[in-house]
């Protein structure tokens, strides 16, 4: 998962990318309210982990405005130092999923993570307008059609229509279908993409169409067919 982590205490900082590289997750993380909510819409977060105090705000209006302004979707942790009873009611019900009090420890800490990360976990079996991924078998068809792909072919194909509309870098699907310490560069990506556009056939006759960014990374959007033109006969 990509976790986004508003914690202004440095080392804190440290410790968690730490933490979730070595269970195998990618995290950023901000000092204060303004950056955390300035990234938010240009990042491709899973989870957000927010601190209660922040030298610019309080972690509980930045929630407020994550809920009203971005998701009610992405799960939220609060980790605090704060921790009567009244603290964590009020955490709860200004929308975060769950509340950990501080000090953190690690192997809670990742355990909680996944646990939300599971809640969000798509259905194994998607259907995506003419497009069907079966995640469980690792099968993707294409009108009824399997298509035979590699399996990094399957899973950039699957990342790439379930993130469908966010541009996403090539950075980030490198650290998310290779891993973060992948020996490859960022020309393997692009090799994919092209193999699996030409493979399943994305083009705005089949309703998608991946859009290069230049210089950054790839978007799959929804498209329409192009008109076949000509009007009706007179």
């Given at each position: 998962?990509?976790?986004?982590?508003?914690?202004?205490?440095?080392?804190?900082?440290?410790?968690?990318k730490l933490w979730f590289a070595t269970a195998q997750h990618s995290c950023?993380?901000?000092?204060?309210?303004?950056?955390?909510?300035?990234?938010?819409?240009?990042?491709?977060?899973?989870?957000?982990?927010?601190?209660?105090?922040?030298?610019?705000?309080?972690?509980?209006?930045?929630?407020?405005?994550?809920?009203?302004?971005?998701?009610?979707?992405?799960?939220?942790?609060?980790?605090?130092?704060?921790?009567?009873?009244?603290?964590?009611?009020?955490?709860?019900?200004?929308?975060?999923?769950?509340?950990?009090?501080?000090?953190?420890?690690?192997?809670?800490?990742?355990?909680?993570?996944?646990?939300?990360?599971?809640?969000?976990?798509?259905?194994?079996?998607?259907?995506?307008?003419?497009?069907?991924?079966?995640?469980?078998?690792?099968?993707?068809?294409?009108?009824?059609?399997?298509?035979?792909?590699?399996?990094?072919?399957?899973?950039?194909?699957?990342?790439?229509?379930?993130?469908?509309?966010?541009?996403?870098?090539?950075?980030?699907?490198?650290?998310?279908?290779?891993?973060?310490?992948?020996?490859?560069?960022?020309?393997?990506?692009?090799?994919?993409?092209?193999?699996?556009?030409?493979?399943?056939?994305?083009?705005?006759?089949?309703?998608?169409?991946?859009?290069?960014?230049?210089?950054?990374?790839?978007?799959?959007?929804?498209?329409?067919?192009?008109?076949?033109?000509?009007?009706?006969?007179?």
């Amino acid at each position: 998962m990509r976790i986004g982590i508003v914690e202004d205490d440095l080392a804190l900082q440290e410790l968690y990318k730490l933490w979730f590289a070595t269970a195998q997750h990618s995290c950023a993380c901000y000092g204060t309210a303004k950056s955390f909510l300035e990234a938010l819409p240009k990042e491709n977060f899973d989870l957000l982990i927010v601190d209660w105090m922040l030298p610019d705000s309080s972690g509980e209006q930045a929630l407020k405005w994550i809920r009203a302004n971005y998701s009610w979707e992405i799960p939220v942790i609060f980790v605090t130092a704060r921790d009567s009873e009244m603290d964590i009611v009020s955490a709860l019900r200004a929308g975060a999923d769950d509340y950990v009090v501080k000090p953190a420890k690690y192997l809670e800490l990742v355990a909680r993570v996944e646990a939300l990360g599971r809640r969000i976990k798509p259905p194994s079996v998607l259907q995506i307008g003419v497009y069907e991924i079966n995640q469980d078998s690792r099968q993707l068809r294409l009108r009824g059609k399997e298509i035979e792909l590699t399996q990094k072919e399957f899973e950039l194909a699957c990342y790439l229509f379930l993130n469908s509309g966010k541009l996403l870098s090539r950075v980030r699907l490198l650290e998310q279908l290779w891993g973060l310490n992948a020996d490859v560069d960022t020309r393997t990506v692009d090799t994919h993409v092209s193999r699996i556009r030409r493979k399943l056939s994305i083009a705005p006759e089949n309703g998608w169409q991946i859009v290069p960014v230049y210089g950054y990374g790839y978007r799959m959007e929804r498209a329409e067919a192009p008109d076949s033109g000509g009007g009706p006969a007179t």
